[in-house]
């Protein structure tokens, strides 16, 4: 006979603020059975409230649901604690609900109320202050016993001893646990990860999360072992030339000192370089693409100045970008690492047609592509598109120009956003590179698509490409990422709860990470743990620390090699608590 399933209490409570670790902190974590039928509605039972909306609740999370029987193991690991119903913050504590044997989706009924499951629950270590116990996060991660999220389908009354009746069973559906399973454990994955994006009730900041998952696991796939720099550390260059390109971009040919021939890199690579900067303590270190194809005598950097031309008191003088621009002279000195970046083409691999995207300044690793594959006098078929504002900013006209005319696979259009005077090309459009755009010029989807530019261009490229329908593990990008701004966490910002504790052993600190917006290398900064840092964003591998123990989640896909137990702070937040040689 299957047992039945029920509902054993329903909590509820409002946020209150309790001292923790010295510091008041809001939460809605303590709920306390009510007796009677309560209203479940949309966001949450009347009576009930999450302290910080932009983590908890929502409507995916409307009530948090616990088994009953998990109670038993808890009675055993924590003996000398009382165990009310709710302690885990759970609004709804039920009977019979096989956790494992839940499929995302799955609709229930429960008193005059209709709910679907949605995802598990990743704590916070405001479960540690409930307990207050420090090692309570990590043990009930360890315990897997984690209970899970119902959405309201239709609002309604519960009350404990209601009956739970499955209406639904989801189609198509995988279960709840494999969320909790790809989140923190094989996130390689990718069979399974491509199975998670298809499950139509997936709330969409896991889908997003997961797409991402796959576009990482897939650059593993693609380059399984990090390629072997040409030579390490840093290395000096002299400039031999520097060439205005426009008002505020030059390219900058450097030449090793010296004077060995240059290795070849790959179409797309960057030179990670190290600036002495008049009065700058610490040696400026920044990442600048290879906007050539690979040449044995010099390397060629495109670069733009920041803040000159805006006329906005606001924005600052780029570091490293003046000096290139207004003190770097010919024959002066820089360091350069070795070429490196994962954000590249196969020039040989003749027969997958590409759509190059650049926006502003991130056309200089789609041009090293470009040349790459006009070089390659292929018949591959190959498209930049390329949006700046006017023809002040359409830099290498004349070259990409050339190239398009002398080579019949080429296509080129360019699209300016605002432009100031009347236009002069066949290949120049007034607009945005959007999907309307694309789907005009091209004769489908089936492209190997290679995006960079700013962020909000980046943003709306790659959700028209998936609005289209073009496989995430088709669409490649690289963000530059003004390197001292400081970078917004993005993906599952809901996802996982905030709140682990990060020790820097070196440095002798712990801090906690409890706001979910910055990535580990802030976490440093602000507890005065001195991490060196280049371009903030995954790419120059400066940043560079050993996880000690824990385990993190990137932001981006980085660009930098890493050894095993290496990760990149700039671009990592914590999944759980951990401890960094810093
Ligand atoms: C892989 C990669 C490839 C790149 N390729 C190129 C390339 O080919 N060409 C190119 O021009 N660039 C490229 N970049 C960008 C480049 O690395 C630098 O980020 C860029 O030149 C700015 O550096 P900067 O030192 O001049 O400016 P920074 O001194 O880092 O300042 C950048 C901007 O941020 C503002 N800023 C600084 N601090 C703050 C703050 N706290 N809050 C708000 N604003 C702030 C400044 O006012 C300035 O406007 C690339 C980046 C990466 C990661
Ligand atoms: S600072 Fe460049 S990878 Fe982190």
């Known amino acids: 006979m299957v047992p039945t399933m029920k509902i054993v209490s329903v909590n509820v409570g409002l946020p209150r603020t309790v001292q923790w670790k010295g510091k008041a902190v809001s939460t809605g974590i303590f709920k306390a059975p009510l007796s009677g039928r309560i209203h479940l509605r949309s966001l949450n039972f009347d ?133 909790t399973r790809l989140y923190a454990r094989d996130k390689d994955d990718l069979e399974g990860l491509q199975r998670m994006v298809r499950v139509a009730a997936l709330p969409d900041d896991w889908r997003d999360f997961f797409k991402e ?160 594959i006009a070089a390659a006098q292929a018949p591959r078929e190959a498209w930049l598109l390329y949006g700046v504002r006017d023809d002040r900013d359409h830099i290498m006209r004349t070259q990409l120009e050339t190239i398009a005319r002398t080579h019949a696979n080429v296509r080129l259009r360019v699209f300016y956003s605002r432009p100031a005077r009347a236009m002069d090309g066949p290949d120049i459009q007034v607009g945005h590179i959007d999907l309307d755009a694309m789907k005009r010029l091209l004769p489908s989807n089936a492209y190997d698509f290679y995006v960079c530019g700013p962020p909000a261009m980046m943003d709306s490229v790659t959700r028209d490409l998936q609005a289209w329908g073009v496989p995430t593990d088709r669409v490649h990008t690289e963000a530059f990422g003004p390197a001292t701004v400081k970078q917004a966490v993005r993906g599952p910002t809901a996802q996982p709860d905030c709140g682990f504790d990060v020790t820097f052993e070196r440095s002798g600190v712990t801090a906690q990470w409890s706001r979910c917006e910055s990535p580990l290398l802030e976490l440093a900064e602000e507890h005065s743990v001195a991490i060196d840092f280049g371009c903030r964003a995954g790419s120059c591998g400066t940043c560079v620390t050993r996880l000690l123990s824990g385990s993190v989640r990137y932001l981006h896909q980085p660009n930098a090699p890493l050894e095993a137990g290496e990760i990149l702070p700039c671009i990592a937040v914590p999944v759980e608590p951990l401890s960094l040689d810093a």
């Open 47 to 179: 009576g009930d409230r999450q302290a910080d909306l932009s983590v908890h609740g929502g409507p995916d999370k409307a009530a948090y649901v616990y088994a009953s029987e998990y109670y038993a193991y808890w009675r055993r690991e924590l003996p000398d604690m009382v165990l009310p119903w709710g302690i885990f913050g759970e609004n709804l504590t039920t009977e019979g609900l096989n956790e494992d044997a839940l499929q995302i989706g799955d609709r229930f009924r429960i008193g005059s109320a209709e709910v679907a499951v949605t995802q598990p629950r990743l704590p916070c270590f405001k479960l540690g202050l409930r307990f207050g116990r420090d090692d309570m996060l990590k043990r009930f991660l360890a315990s897997g016993r984690l209970g899970f999220y119902f959405r309201v389908v239709a609002e309604g009354e519960i009350a404990a001893g209601d009956e739970v009746l499955l209406i639904e069973r989801a189609k198509d559906s995988l279960a709840v646990s494999e969320i």
């Open 213 to 372: 998952q796959i576009q990482r696991a897939g650059a593993h796939v693609r380059q399984p072992t990090a390629q072997r720099p040409a030579w390490t550390g840093f290395r000096p260059f002299i400039l031999r030339a520097k060439l205005r390109e426009s008002e505020d971009v030059s390219s900058f040919h450097l030449v090793p000192e010296d004077g060995q021939p240059l290795p070849p890199y790959l179409p797309g690579q960057f030179l990670t370089v190290r600036l002495a900067v008049p009065g700058v303590e610490r040696p400026v270190v920044r990442s600048y693409s290879l906007s050539d194809a690979a040449q044995s005598d010099h390397y060629r950097l495109t670069i733009r100045r920041i803040g000159s031309r805006t006329g906005d008191p606001q924005v600052k003088a780029g570091l490293a970008s003046t000096h290139f621009h207004d003190r770097l002279a010919v024959g002066g000195q820089i360091e350069a690492k070795a070429p490196a970046g994962i954000f590249t083409i196969d020039v040989r691999q003749q027969d997958q047609p590409v759509v190059l995207i650049g926006g502003g300044i991130g056309i200089t690793p789609l041009l090293g592509m470009l040349i790459g």
